[in-house]
Every structure is written in structure tokens, then in C-alpha cells.
């Protein structure tokens, strides 16, 4: 990190510094903000690259996903559905894209309570940089991160005879889609990082709230033989639409409820949960 992008300039002496800082935040423009979000994207990869173990979910974990439900559970869902094991396989990738922005956006919470607990934060705070640029950082090396652990999916997929049938273009869009509803997610964690006093509580908390997303949801099965209360919530759960437009942009069906539904949902989302993230982080003892 460029200690002349990112050292503050003395303003004052004793308690004044920070006081100082903060009123000068809002004088920071777009190129400034742009310039600090960079330097904080690069220190962070340049965590990542100090420990790639930290890449290990990405890396991992859509590999383990794909072949444990294709193959424990491919030949009976598929059947039920009125195929097989390949026709499960087209229905599952689509669904795991969906997936791919929760289980990412969970570190990153965790990983926001770790740099307070360690002090980083605190360092940041008493610097001349938007307080949002240190969390955007967190969130642009988190999406880079779940684009990597949906392309190994997008790979384990068509490696074992997934068909894409529609163009391109759709995938991409499902990319985007995932990718723009993942960052939202990452704005919800960010806040429990903020607000829980350990990780280890950011991620039980995080656990409790992605496991009945996740199997509530259309992401690995079809609804219609849910218990009508369960598809009253898998209907109205976000998860289910992304996957829903995820499979409609790949593999094709009714596209525009889905799609608008999740975009409506990534922009209520983000509007209520990244300014309350910013004001946390500003605040936070």
C-alpha cells in the first residue's frame, strides 16, 4: 500500500487528529475515493497472497458441492423431476451460482471483526480516506473471489456434460446477476462484522441465516412438492429467484418475474444495509 496515497497528513495534536480527519472526509472526491479503494484492494490481495489459504472456499468448495449433490442426490431428484442425472446437473449449476455470494459474503463479515480485533480498522480510521472505501475493498476482493469459485463451478459443470442452452450471453448475464446480488449479501455481513463482538459469532450468526436460505429455496430441488408453507417462503426467499433467473438466463424458461424480482431485492438490500455499515464502522469502539 502506498504510504503516500494512504498516510495521513498531521492535522492536529492529541484528540484533534481525528476530528480533523473526519471533517475533511467529505471533501474527498470520486478520483481521491478511487485511489483509496485501489490501494486497499491491492493490500488485500496482498493478504491473500502472504496466506492462500484463504482461497481454499473458493477453490474448494464448488468442486465438493457440484460432485456431492450430482451424485448423492443427482439420480433420485432428477428422476423425480422426470429426467436423470444429467438433466439434475443443468438444474443444479445455475442454483449453485446463486448460492456461490452467500457462502463467500459470510467471510467477510468474518474477516472485517478479525482487522478490528487485530487494530487495522482503527489505523484506517485516523487516516484522510472515505470511510466507505475501506469496506467497498473488502467487498470488490470478496466478488473477485466468488468469480473464481463460479468459474471452477462453471468448469466442474460442463466438465461433467452440462449444456448450456442458451447463448453466451445469458451466462454472463447470470454471472452478473449472481455477482451484483452477492455484493449485497457481502453489505449484511459486513454489518454482523461490525456489530458481534467475535468472528466465531459472525459466523454462527451467519450459519443461522444461510441454512434456511439455502435449502429453502429452489437451489437444489424443485418446490412443487414443498408443504405449501415452506413454498409460500421459497417463493417470497431471494435465493430461489436468483436461482430461478440464473436457470432461465442459462438454460431457458420465463425470465423477467425472476430477474426483477432478485434486482429488487439487491437494491433494497444494499440501499438499507450499506449506509447503516458505514455509520457502524465510523462509530465502532
Same mark, same amino acid.
Given at each position: ?57 473458493? #477453490? &474448494?468448495?464448488?468442486?465438493?458441492? =457440484?460432485?456431492?449433490? !450430482?451424485?448423492?442426490? $443427482?439420480?433420485? %431428484? ?112 459486513? #454489518? &454482523?462484522?461490525?456489530?458481534?463482538? =467475535?468472528?466465531?459469532? !459472525?459466523?454462527?450468526? $451467519?450459519?443461522? %441465516? ?76
Amino acid at each position: 500500500m502506498s504510504t503516500t496515497t494512504l498516510t495521513p497528513t498531521p492535522t492536529g495534536t492529541g484528540a484533534s487528529a481525528p476530528a480533523a480527519v473526519l471533517h475533511d472526509e467529505g471533501r474527498i472526491g470520486l478520483r481521491g475515493n478511487l485511489r483509496h479503494i485501489g490501494a486497499l484492494v491491492r493490500r488485500n490481495l496482498l493478504q491473500i497472497k502472504k496466506d492462500p489459504e484463504s482461497m481454499f472456499d473458493a #477453490l &474448494l468448495m464448488p468442486v465438493v458441492f =457440484t460432485l456431492l449433490f !450430482v451424485y448423492v442426490f $443427482g439420480g433420485s %431428484v432428477g428422476g423425480s423431476m422426470g429426467g436423470d442425472r444429467q438433466d439434475y446437473l443443468n438444474y443444479l449449476i445455475p442454483g449453485l451460482m446463486a448460492m456461490m455470494g452467500m457462502n463467500i459474503a459470510m467471510a467477510v463479515g468474518s474477516g472485517v471483526n478479525d482487522d478490528f480485533r487485530k487494530g487495522v480498522m482503527d489505523r484506517f480510521r485516523t487516516m484522510p480516506i472515505a470511510r466507505s472505501s475501506v469496506l467497498i475493498a473488502k467487498i470488490v476482493v470478496e466478488l473477485g473471489r466468488m468469480m473464481v469459485a463460479t468459474l471452477i463451478l462453471l468448469g466442474m459443470g460442463f466438465a461433467l456434460g452440462m449444456e448450456l442452452q442458451e447463448s453466451v450471453l445469458g451466462l454472463v448475464g447470470a454471472i452478473a446477476l449472481s455477482a451484483a446480488f452477492g455484493a449485497a449479501i457481502m453489505w449484511i455481513f459486513i #454489518l &454482523l462484522g461490525l456489530t458481534m463482538k =467475535t468472528a466465531q459469532a !459472525v459466523q454462527g450468526t $451467519g450459519m443461522l %441465516v444461510l441454512m434456511p436460505l439455502q435449502f429453502g429455496s429452489s437451489i437444489f430441488a424443485p418446490t412443487q412438492t414443498m408443504p405449501g408453507w415452506l413454498r409460500t417462503f421459497t417463493d417470497y426467499n431471494p435465493l430461489s429467484n436468483l436461482a430461478d433467473a440464473a436457470r432461465a438466463l442459462m438454460m431457458g424458461g420465463p425470465l423477467a418475474h425472476s430477474v426483477w424480482v432478485t434486482l429488487g431485492w439487491t437494491v433494497v438490500i444494499t440501499a438499507v444495509t450499506a449506509p447503516l455499515a458505514v455509520s457502524r464502522f465510523r462509530k465502532k469502539s
